[in-house]
């Protein structure tokens, strides 16, 4: 019987998946060495509160006086859900790179309409919630009006990013972006 041998010119599948996992590993620890944390912050601020938000309004339904408090404490940005009873749930998100600002009912877009009350230890936005799930009234505390009833919605502004906005519905609803009317 004769030896056939064949030449293989290339990778196999198996060390061509090992490849692709090596230097994945290698993207993975080179970016933790070269960018900083802060350049997540606002990302990671603006999904929590779409997160919270949401939560926010399905704990409203159904019960009275729910509201979401955002609030700078310290070096961190806090948003808490209260009912009736005191607090309901509480997330913390690291402050650095973060500068928040809110309006009612001011649906342009955060470059050009920048946030109309910035968001401080003294002055939160309180978002208040009915038992449908809809928002009643909010905004920035101290600003003039407050609170103000929603008619077209209400947005939180981050570093005044149109990508960093967050925007919420009369319906409650919270979601990512330019406002729509």
């Given at each position: 019987m004769p030896n056939h041998k064949t030449q293989s010119d290339g990778?196999?599948?198996i060390e061509l998946v090992i490849v692709i996992f090596v230097i994945g590993i290698?993207?993975?620890?080179a970016m933790t060495r070269t960018l900083r944390s802060d350049t997540y912050n606002a990302i990671i601020a603006r999904d929590q509160l779409v997160s919270i938000a949401r939560s926010a309004q399905q704990?409203?339904?159904g019960r009275t006086d729910v509201s979401l408090h955002i609030q700078p404490i310290g070096n961190s940005l806090q948003f808490r859900i209260e009912d009736e009873t005191g607090v309901?749930?509480?997330?913390n998100t690291d402050l650095a790179e973060v500068i928040p600002s809110g309006d009612v009912n001011?649906?342009?877009s955060c470059d050009v309409v920048g946030?109309?009350?910035?968001?401080?230890?003294?002055?939160?936005?309180?978002?208040?919630?009915n038992e449908l799930g809809d928002l009643l009234d909010g905004g920035?505390?101290?600003?003039?009006?407050?609170?103000?009833?929603?008619?077209?919605?209400?947005?939180l502004c981050i570093n005044n990013d149109p990508?960093?906005?967050?925007?919420?519905?009369?319906?409650?609803?919270?979601y990512v972006g330019a406002c729509v009317e």
């Amino acid at each position: 019987m004769p030896n056939h041998k064949t030449q293989s010119d290339g990778f196999s599948v198996i060390e061509l998946v090992i490849v692709i996992f090596v230097i994945g590993i290698v993207a993975a620890v080179a970016m933790t060495r070269t960018l900083r944390s802060d350049t997540y912050n606002a990302i990671i601020a603006r999904d929590q509160l779409v997160s919270i938000a949401r939560s926010a309004q399905q704990k409203a339904i159904g019960r009275t006086d729910v509201s979401l408090h955002i609030q700078p404490i310290g070096n961190s940005l806090q948003f808490r859900i209260e009912d009736e009873t005191g607090v309901v749930e509480t997330i913390n998100t690291d402050l650095a790179e973060v500068i928040p600002s809110g309006d009612v009912n001011q649906l342009a877009s955060c470059d050009v309409v920048g946030g109309g009350s910035v968001v401080s230890l003294a002055t939160p936005m309180v978002l208040n919630y009915n038992e449908l799930g809809d928002l009643l009234d909010g905004g920035v505390t101290g600003a003039p009006g407050f609170p103000e009833d929603v008619s077209t919605g209400a947005r939180l502004c981050i570093n005044n990013d149109p990508a960093m906005s967050v925007c919420f519905s009369p319906s409650g609803f919270a979601y990512v972006g330019a406002c729509v009317e």
